[in-house]
């Protein structure tokens, strides 16, 4: 099942295409503002999903190209992500130690969303295309073994970052947690759709150029150890969205007008506008292209606006 949440934050379910309205189905869910539904049912699930089967059988829908789709989890309580999480297409000498930081909730935004790039002196803007998961039971200290009994279901994410904010050493909270740094959505796919998370396809385009393609084969820490090593440290809530990481062979700068798409094999594509008001630029070159050019630092420098170093 593909749910989504829509227009005033309504919850719905793809129907081909077209989007079935379910919140009159699940509306006694105790919530107080409509963004918390979701969160509600997640944790109801077994509850409620025969009502919602029924209600999506029954029901016509409306296009789905009349709707404005919203984040699928507009709320999260915590959004983790997953740091240096792949093996650079098997490139990497070694297995990076396993690591994560926190995003801000309020980070995210949702398909067709335009993420705003702020004025502030970052030396480039990136996304990186990632498959999240949203738990669906309350994770504490869990095994491997147990881990992948705890996902609800996956979703695409678009990590933002502020790269190279000054004071130098751990930026990670100004580098991440920026507004509108987390693009998630179109639909959030419940587990029973993916029969395999760990073999799934991820293509980023950046107006129309491929820019990423890998596979979550590649994955240095797969998905149940993630959850096992996370749950150690915190406990993870319904709702609550890990994101899995990326190759960062294939990313570059985001700058004013992009229009990027994020589709992942089984689960959709994420649409999204960037913004910046002060016109920055870049050269379009990934990370990867920039080593092999002989660049010096891990991506392409300024080239032009407010924060350019002169030549």
Not at 105 to 129: H, S
Request: charged content about 25%; overall charge neutral; proline content about 6%.
């Amino acid at each position: 099942m593909k749910l989504v949440c829509f227009d005033e934050f309504r919850l719905g379910v793809l129907k081909g295409e077209t989007v079935v309205d379910i919140t009159d189905t699940v509306k006694d869910i105790p919530h107080i503002d409509p963004r918390d539904l979701i969160l509600g049912l997640i944790a109801r699930w077994d509850d409620y999903k025969g009502r919602i089967e029924k209600a999506v059988a029954a029901g016509q829908g409306v296009p789905l190209k009349g709707v404005r789709l919203r984040p699928p989890v507009p709320k999260p309580g915590n959004i983790v992500c997953m740091a240096v999480n792949y093996m650079e297409d098997g490139t990497l000498p070694e297995k990076p130690q396993i690591n994560a930081f926190h995003k801000a909730a309020t980070a995210v935004i949702g398909d067709g969303d335009t993420m705003v790039l702020p004025d502030a002196p970052a030396t480039i803007f990136e996304g990186e295309a990632e498959l999240a998961l949203v738990i669906g039971k309350r994770a504490t200290r869990v095994s491997q073994a147990d881990a992948l009994k705890h996902i609800f279901g996956y979703t695409c994410f678009i990590d933002g970052s502020a790269r190279g904010l000054p004071p130098p050493g751990n930026v990670f909270f100004q580098m991440k947690s920026r507004d509108t740094f987390a693009p998630i959505g179109p639909c959030l796919v419940t587990a029973d759709e993916i029969a395999d998370p760990q073999n799934l396809n991820i293509t980023l385009t950046n107006n129309g150029a491929v820019m990423q393609k890998f596979n979550t084969s590649d994955m240095a820490h797969q998905i149940a150890r993630c959850i096992e090593w996370v749950s150690s440290i915190h406990t993870l809530e319904p709702g609550d969205v890990v994101a899995t990481g990326t190759n960062h062979r294939g990313l570059h700068a985001f700058m004013d007008g992009d229009r990027i798409e994020l589709t992942i094999e089984k689960v959709g594509t994420l649409r999204l506008g960037v913004r910046d008001e002060l016109k920055r630029t870049w050269a379009r070159t990934t990370r990867l292209q920039h080593k092999e050019q002989g660049g010096e630092g891990p991506h392409t420098p300024q080239l032009s606006g407010k924060y350019a170093k002169s030549a």
